[in-house]
């Protein structure tokens, strides 16, 4: 059984299972999957860095945790978007499951981010929020009407 976590784009985090890459596709739904590693190169984050729609919202919970798992700083780790699933990988780089020693470590590693570091990581998921809302409504297309106006017509 390969237990990954999954955190979804609305915050919530969910347990499930993931046998191959293309299961790892399927709860991402998307394509072009990429993988960052943990410093001590036992956690795989796997994202899509271009996620549509309300996917593109920050992942924060799981920005957070990469940044408590890598030698990343508040202002230069990447900023997750979507869902994102932590796995783990085995000695020959495939998939494999979470154990509860790992799952205790990553609940520990969350608990190891500063307040200042929260700060300026939330800081940095507002303005690039901001930022892509303002390029949503800049570059939203304009509707145009190519109807034809109406001619009343008499029958008969």
């Not at 976590?5 to 299961?23: C, I, M, P, Q, W």
């Not at 945790?65 to 000695?91: E, S």
């Not at 190891?112 to 892509?132: C, K, T």
Request: hydrophobic share 35%; aromatic share 8%.
């Amino acid at each position: 059984m390969n237990t990954v976590l999954y955190f979804s784009a609305n915050g919530a985090v969910y347990e499930t299972r993931a046998y191959t890459k293309a299961d790892i596709d399927h709860l991402i739904q998307d394509q072009g999957l990429h993988c960052l590693t943990s410093a001590d190169n036992q956690f795989d984050f796997w994202f899509s860095p271009s996620a549509h729609g309300c996917q593109r919202r920050t992942n924060q919970f799981a920005t957070e945790l990469l940044l408590a798992t890598t030698d990343f700083t508040a202002r230069t780790v990447p900023l997750l978007r979507g869902g994102v699933v932590v796995a783990t990988h085995d000695g020959d780089g495939d998939l494999d499951g979470l154990s509860w020693q790992q799952l205790d470590m990553l609940a520990r590693h969350t608990r190891s981010v500063s307040r200042r570091d929260e700060r300026v990581l939330r800081r940095r998921v507002v303005r690039e929020d901001h930022r892509l809302r303002h390029e949503a409504a800049t570059f939203a297309p304009t509707f145009v009407s190519c109807a034809r106006p109406r001619t009343p017509v008499r029958l008969g």
